[in-house]
């Protein structure tokens, strides 16, 4: 092996002509002042924080109740949507992606200073970004990172629609399944993957067919679009393990039961209302991957 340096050989002294912190080795001994991982959890909440405003033209128009049609008109009546070429009111089609990113205020609400509409913008600013952090924290520089950031914003919109109307839109539930499903299929093969995709693909199916039980047995207690979202649960917790599968369901189970009884205690809701189930079981899911980070 070729040596550079004898170990018996002084080490050279430093140029005068340099100061010592500015020599080769003092400076690839120095550790950065931000690790790799630090710099990934910065940068998640920084895209975390920036994508969450933009949530909140779709989180309007989507909490509407039930067998209802989506919002096509900001509340000051400045349309979200554009009819069809001919002028004709048969049908509307969305104006682009500006009728579903955005503020809560169209252009027409910032040209006759309207106020705002929708969800908070910092409220979902700052789950989604905290959202992101602890994702990044957890998969660190591994390819389903990309996933898990990119999987954030629907999880959030869903959360935020079922607390509004207890609703899990189709246009949400199921593209998020197949998006996860992919992505983490590309991921799989990847270096640094730390996840199995059969597994999450097994567990998808798993949790959905244990929710569509429980929304057998108890339709007012479990919506059927919370059965259309477990498979992105399963996916999420799958990758990682069973024991982030159960211990993920079960968080899930138990926040939801802790806020239906905050509920009642403060009167605002009776043994028969029912609670949005969603946004607990995303919770769950995030719980058990960070508790899985510090464990590991």
Not at 23 to 29: E, P
Not at 46 to 70: D, I, K
Not at 85 to 106: I, L, M, N
Not at 271 to 291: D, E, I, K, Y
């Amino acid at each position: 092996m070729l040596s550079l340096s004898s170990p018996s050989s002084p080490p050279s002294p430093p140029s005068a002509s340099s100061p010592p912190w500015l020599s080769a080795s003092s400076f690839l001994a120095a550790p950065p002042s931000f690790s790799l991982a630090a710099s990934l959890v910065v940068l998640a909440l920084a895209l975390g924080a920036l994508a969450g405003p933009l949530l909140v033209r779709a989180g309007y128009r989507l909490a509407v109740e039930p067998e209802q049609p989506w919002r096509d008109a900001c509340p000051a009546g400045h349309p979200l949507v554009a009819g069809p070429p001919d002028g004709s009111s048969r049908r509307t089609r969305p104006r682009g992606w500006r009728g579903w990113v955005g503020g809560g205020r169209c252009q027409g609400c910032l040209a006759e200073g309207a106020p705002r509409h929708g969800p908070s913008p910092l409220r979902l600013a700052l789950v989604t970004a905290g959202c992101c952090g602890v994702l990044a924290a957890v998969a660190g520089p591994s390819p389903e990172l990309v996933v898990w950031l990119l999987a954030v914003p629907p999880l959030v919109l869903l959360a935020t629609v079922d607390l509004a109307v207890q609703r899990l839109p189709d246009v949400l539930t199921l593209p998020l399944a197949v998006g996860l499903a992919v992505g983490l299929g590309i991921c799989a093969p990847l270096p640094g993957a730390e996840g199995s995709w059969p597994r999450a693909l097994l567990a998808a199916l798993v949790l959905t067919v244990v929710y569509f039980v429980l929304f057998l047995v108890n339709p007012r207690g479990m919506g059927f679009g919370d059965v259309k979202l477990a498979p992105s649960i399963g996916l999420i917790l799958g990758w990682y393990g069973w024991d982030h599968v159960f211990f993920g369901t079960f968080v899930g189970f138990a926040l939801a039961a802790g806020y239906g009884l905050v509920l009642m205690v403060t009167g605002r809701a009776s043994r028969r209302t029912a609670v949005p189930f969603g946004p607990f079981m995303a919770l769950g899911a995030l719980v058990s991957l960070a508790v899985g980070g510090l464990a590991g």
